[in-house]
């Protein structure tokens, strides 16, 4: 499976950017696509995810009401919409697929099967 992330950039604090994350190989195994994002110097974090079958998400309490996740099965591809950005979102954002076989607990704790390469968020003040 490969991921392919694309959509970061510069934006002013409280603008908005969409990222997209398009998966492609074997991704019938596919149980949930999820985002997750590394600021300098700190750990990579949970952002949100998304299950495949059904659209349940979860987010990080950082985000929940300003970051929207979403799917099209049909393009295999997961969307993060960000809205009213802050400095503080400011980070690599990765995009991460998890197989059937995890729970969510473990994919908000990091265990997914395959990462794609970082796109560069970074929000001025």
């Known amino acids: 499976v490969q991921l392919q992330a694309s959509g970061g950039g510069l934006v002013q604090a409280g603008g908005s950017l969409r990222l997209s994350c398009a998966a492609s190989?074997?991704?019938?195994?596919?149980?949930?696509m999820g985002w997750f994002r590394q600021a300098p110097g700190k750990e990579r974090e949970f952002v949100a995810v998304?299950?495949?079958?059904?659209?349940?998400?979860w987010y990080a309490d950082s985000v929940k009401g300003r970051f929207a996740i979403s799917r099209d099965n049909a393009k295999n591809t997961v969307y993060l919409q960000m809205n009213s950005l802050k400095p503080e979102d400011t980070a690599v954002y990765y995009c991460?697929?998890?197989?059937?076989?995890?729970?969510?607990?473990?994919?908000?704790?990091?265990?997914?099967?395959?990462w794609g390469k970082g796109t560069l968020v970074t929000v001025s003040s």
């Open positions: 991460a697929l998890s197989e059937i076989g995890r729970t969510v607990l473990q994919i908000r704790n990091g265990a997914m099967h395959y």
């Open positions: 998304i299950r495949w079958s059904g659209g349940s998400t």
């Open positions: 190989g074997r991704t019938f195994s596919t149980y949930a």
